[in-house]
């Protein structure tokens, strides 16, 4: 008979200890959540920037860095319409950036005031670049291209090497290569689960919507308003990043 007292007690003491695991769970999983909303923003912003980059500063990427060294072989060869220099200008920035990037990981130990600080530092960079398209009689050219090309890829390269320190499975943030490569490569077709499918088809989705609205708007507009656009949004996501106790739960607990 004094066995069951005694259950009854390990069962209440258990059922709170269950219960927080349970809420710890779901927590996390809204943190992942909010997390991945974030690094959604900036893949698409990612597209935008390219978009205005390429139709609008002479064929440069300036997050893409694998396109870059394509072009910067095109040009090399004398193919028309590339610039070396353009392109130089581009990978040596980004670069820099993500020097700058990898100083800034060393002093912020915690990973979300990283990714604070990174997209803030995007959004900063970003603007400049913009204030430049708005007030240049042009961005195709002269110095106002290689400043902006030079502003930008900074910002992606500062913000490439936070989201590689972030290291989330299939989001880069700027390369699609990889999570196109998972997508295929995991899928029932090659006999797999299709793991995170959903997070890789919307990263694709999220890159192909920004591109598209950074070329509509650069062909109607100009390069200044959708620059702006990309900095006002990175701002915002910087404070929403801040503001979220869920990112700041996931990313500090790991």
């Known amino acids: 008979m004094a066995a069951a007292p005694d259950h009854d007690a390990a069962g209440t003491q258990q059922g709170p200890a269950a219960s927080d695991r349970a809420g710890a769970g779901a927590a996390g999983q809204a943190g992942a959540r909010s997390l991945l909303g974030v690094l959604l923003a900036l893949t698409l912003l990612s597209g935008l920037i390219d978009g205005v980059c390429y139709l609008g500063l002479g064929r440069v990427f300036t997050a893409n860095m694998t396109g870059n060294v394509v072009i910067l072989g095109f040009a090399a060869a004398g193919a028309p319409g590339f610039s070396v220099t353009a392109c130089l200008d581009s990978l040596g920035l980004f670069l820099a950036g993500a020097v ?54 900074f910002a992606m390269g500062i913000r490439n090497s936070v989201i590689r320190r972030l290291s989330v499975a299939d989001m ?62 990175a701002a915002v996501t910087a404070i929403a990043a801040r503001a979220s106790r869920g990112v700041r739960g996931y990313l500090d607990r790991r």
Do not use: Q
């Open 100 to 153: 700058c990037g990898g100083l800034v990981s060393r002093h912020v130990p915690k990973r979300s005031r990283l990714l604070v600080a990174g997209v803030g530092l995007e959004a900063v960079f970003v603007a400049t670049a913009a204030a430049v398209a708005l007030t240049a009689t042009a961005v195709s050219t002269g110095w106002a291209r290689y400043t902006t090309i030079a502003l930008l890829a």
């Open 172 to 233: 880069t943030t700027t390369v699609l290569t990889m999570t196109l490569t998972g997508l295929a490569a995991d899928s029932a077709l090659a006999g797999g689960s299709n793991p995170r499918a959903g997070r890789r088809v919307v990263s694709v989705l999220a890159m192909l919507a920004g591109a598209a609205v950074g070329a509509a708007l650069f062909l109607h507009h100009g390069a200044g308003p959708p620059l702006t656009i990309a900095a006002g949004t």
